[in-house]
């Protein structure tokens, strides 16, 4: 059973469009079923074009977690529901700093619906 607040490898991540890649995510709850948010390494031009979004993008520190193999982002403004069998590969727990910034940022999020943001928030 995943754990929240940790790193997982998702091999040909359904979430991811047009075509299934490999994505690292991190599970920020459960409802049951294990919620996250995909860990980018840029932020894309769309985003970068409108403050909303923006917000919602935590940086996240290669130097910090093993598994990654440089600075990133964790892309804060939709949970994907995920299902356990494909949270199989954990990778790094989050460190308290960057579960703090991405709890703000979801605090601030304009795409979250408020269920979700009140079952991140609390976990």
């Known amino acids: 059973m995943p754990a929240i607040w940790y790193i997982y490898h998702v091999k040909k991540s359904r979430h991811t469009k047009p075509i299934p890649k490999d994505k690292l995510i991190v599970i920020v709850h459960k409802d049951p079923e294990p919620w996250g948010f995909f860990i980018n390494t840029g932020i894309r031009q769309f985003v970068r074009k409108q403050p909303e979004l923006l917000v919602c993008q935590v940086s996240i520190k290669a130097a910090n977690y093993k ?31 960057t579960k703090t910034e991405i709890k703000n940022a979801v605090a601030v999020s304009k795409t979250i619906i408020v269920r979700h943001k009140k079952l991140i928030l609390a976990s």
């Open 67 to 97: 598994c990654l193999a440089h600075d990133s982002y964790v892309d804060c403004t939709r949970p994907y529901l995920f299902e356990d069998i494909e949270l199989t590969d954990v990778r790094d727990p989050i460190d308290k700093q």
